[in-house]
Each structure stands twice: as structure tokens, then as C-alpha cells.
């Protein structure tokens, strides 16, 4: 850890510059997101770093700007002062360090692409950032995710809801530059979006700051997403297991983090290996039962995520067959991260 002391950093407490980090996969949502910065008002950023953190292709060649020369244009007078640098397809975690590491303003904002800010961003931010105390080390916006008001939401719909009320997410977070510098930035092990912004905010926070929850107003749009996300979003445990190893097992608390289904998941799925093995052994009243087991978690599982949702015959199709793949997938991919991560030091470790 560095010699700093919380306070000490150049402008603490001060508006005296922010930059804005924003990782992208050149997705069409980019120039709403710029196009909404360049119009809201208030201080601009003295800084916007666009990261590409589009991966090169098989080929070894970069993937080009093209898919970048629309979205810039957006920017108008803001365009002067944007930087475009490549992380090459490392996840957000190391693009958000990549572009990080360009900025020289006092104050960090992250940005994802699919989000839109509101009018007066800027002047909500400079305000935030001016009613920070020295010892303030981030400042976290408001979300605010559009739900359709016809219908109940989908699941998918539910889980991006859920984003309003997150802590620490990187959607919209401004984090002074030297806290960041401080704890070592990201840690690029977590490769998805998913908690490598909790374990930044706890590194923070165990390094002396404080976060407090600003003012600033972001619009967090629900992205079309296939009926199979729900299942690869279960990559996420093996990400929960390294959180785990980082900051023990009361991380959930720490967090304010829901602690999810885990538990259930592993309960269902060794029964349904339970119910196949007793059968093999000739045991079939021993395998019925355990197979009951199997069926009754599933139908618990299947009808929390049905119940609460429009009940469409693609919504219902989907929680249903998503519903008995997804404990064994959760288990899956908790064993790995369990495995991986047996011996994953602390980050600074890894970084120095």
C-alpha cells in the first residue's frame, strides 16, 4: 500500500477537474451515452476516455475505429477532448484501468455504454464532487432503470431493475483518482461485469475512505437480451467464490449484496445426482424420493421467477427450461471459481 493518507491528494473536496472513463464494445447504445453527455448541462469533463475493449481478431489484426467514428461525432466540442485507447478485449475490469490510467484529473467517472445521463449531469456531478469531505473517496450516481408499464416485467427485466438499487455499481461512479491509484485500480481477475465493482469499492473503503451516495441521475435502458441469459449469467459464481477468498465469507454482508440462491442450487443439484446414482444401484425407492427432491426445488425455483412475471408463453418456456438447467450450471461454475481461487493473493500482490 502506497504512503498516502486519506485527505492528502490535490483538490480533495474540491471541483477542480473530472474525467470520464467509458468502456465499450462499440455497442450501438455508445452514442446515445455520448450524445447524452455532450448535452447535459454544467462543467464538461476535462477529460472523456473512451476504452475499445473490443478483443483483436483470430487473425491477430485490430479490429479498426469504424464502429467508433459514428458515435464520436456526437460529442461535438467534446470530441477535442476524448482520448481513444484499446484494451484488447480484457474484460471492463481492465479496460476501466486502461482508460483510468490516462486520466490526470482529480476525479475518475465511470461510465458504461448503455447508459444515458440525465440533463444536468454534469452540473448534479460538480456538485456532488463539491460537497465531498477529504476523506470521501468515491461518490456513487442514482440509476434509474425504465420498466414497461403495460405489463409486469420479465425476469431479465426484474435483474436489471435491481441495478437501481446496487451499491458501488460502476454504471455510474466517480472515484478520485488517487483512491483509485491507492488500492490498485480493478482487479482484472474478475473478467465479467459482475462484482469487480464491489471488490473495488471494499478495497477502498478498507483503505480509509468513505463512498457516499451523490445526487447525479443516470438512465440504465434494459438491453435485448436472448431467454438463455439467465443460464450464462451463472458464470457469476465462480466470480462470487474469488469475492469469497478476497474478503471472506461475511463479504455478502460487507456489500449490502443479496446473497442469492447458491445454497438451493447445490441442494437441487445433488439431488438430481443423488436420485441418478441410487437408480444405478438398483435402489428405487431410495432414488424415487431423492428424485422428488429434484422435482420439488426446481418447481420452487421455476414459479419464484414465473409468479412475478408477465406469464407470457415465451416467458414461462424459458423460466421453466432455464429453471432445470441453471442449478446444475451455478454448482458448475462455483466449484471452478472455488478451484481456481484456492490461493488468489490480494490484488496489490498481483498487480506489483
Avoid at 3 to 20: E, L, N, Q
Avoid at 162 to 168: E, H, M
Avoid at 322 to 327: A, F, G
Amino acid at each position: 500500500m502506497s504512503g498516502h493518507r486519506k485527505g492528502d491528494a490535490a483538490g480533495a473536496g474540491s471541483t477542480s477537474g473530472y474525467a470520464v472513463v467509458i468502456p465499450t464494445l462499440a455497442r450501438t447504445t455508445l452514442a446515445d451515452c455520448l450524445g447524452a453527455l455532450a448535452a447535459s448541462t454544467g462543467p464538461k469533463p476535462d477529460e472523456i476516455v473512451l476504452v475499445d475493449d473490443r478483443p483483436v481478431t483470430d487473425a491477430g489484426t485490430d479490429p479498426g475505429p469504424d464502429a467508433l467514428e459514428h458515435p464520436l461525432t456526437v460529442l461535438g466540442e467534446l470530441r477535442d477532448r476524448t482520448l481513444v485507447v484499446r484494451s484488447g478485449g480484457r474484460g471492463p475490469a481492465a479496460a476501466r484501468n486502461t482508460g483510468a490510467r490516462a486520466v490526470t484529473a482529480p476525479w475518475t467517472a465511470f461510465l458504461d455504454d448503455d447508459v444515458q445521463v440525465g440533463p444536468h449531469w454534469c452540473d448534479q456531478l460538480a456538485q456532488d464532487l463539491a460537497d465531498t469531505a477529504p476523506d470521501t473517496g468515491a461518490v456513487q450516481g442514482v440509476i434509474a432503470v425504465p420498466l414497461p408499464g403495460e405489463r409486469r416485467p420479465t425476469d431479465w427485466e426484474r435483474g436489471t431493475a435491481g441495478l437501481a438499487t446496487a451499491r458501488w455499481i460502476t454504471a455510474d461512479m466517480a472515484y478520485r483518482t488517487e483512491a483509485l491509484k491507492q488500492v490498485g485500480g480493478f482487479d482484472e481477475r474478475f473478467t465479467r461485469a459482475f462484482r469487480e465493482d464491489a471488490d473495488l469499492a471494499l478495497r477502498v473503503l478498507d483503505a480509509g475512505w468513505r463512498i457516499r451516495q451523490g445526487r447525479r441521475t443516470t438512465r440504465h435502458p434494459v438491453r435485448p437480451a436472448s431467454r438463455w441469459v439467465s443460464l450464462r449469467q451463472q458464470r457469476g459464481n465462480a466470480d462470487d467464490a474469488l469475492m469469497r477468498r478476497l474478503h471472506g465469507p461475511d463479504w455478502w454482508t460487507r456489500a449490502v449484496a443479496p446473497r442469492g440462491r447458491i445454497r438451493r442450487h447445490v441442494a437441487v443439484t445433488a439431488a438430481a445426482v443423488a436420485a441418478v446414482a441410487l437408480a444405478a444401484a438398483g435402489r428405487p425407492r431410495a432414488a424415487a424420493l431423492a428424485g422428488l427432491g429434484w422435482a420439488a426445488g426446481t418447481a420452487e425455483f421455476a414459479w419464484a421467477r414465473v409468479a412475478p412475471g408477465p406469464r407470457t408463453r415465451d416467458e414461462v418456456t424459458a423460466m421453466v427450461v432455464t429453471s432445470v438447467l441453471i442449478p446444475p450450471a451455478a454448482t458448475w461454475h462455483r466449484i471452478g471459481g472455488v478451484w481456481r481461487h484456492r490461493s488468489a493473493p490480494a490484488w496489490q500482490e498481483v498487480a506489483a
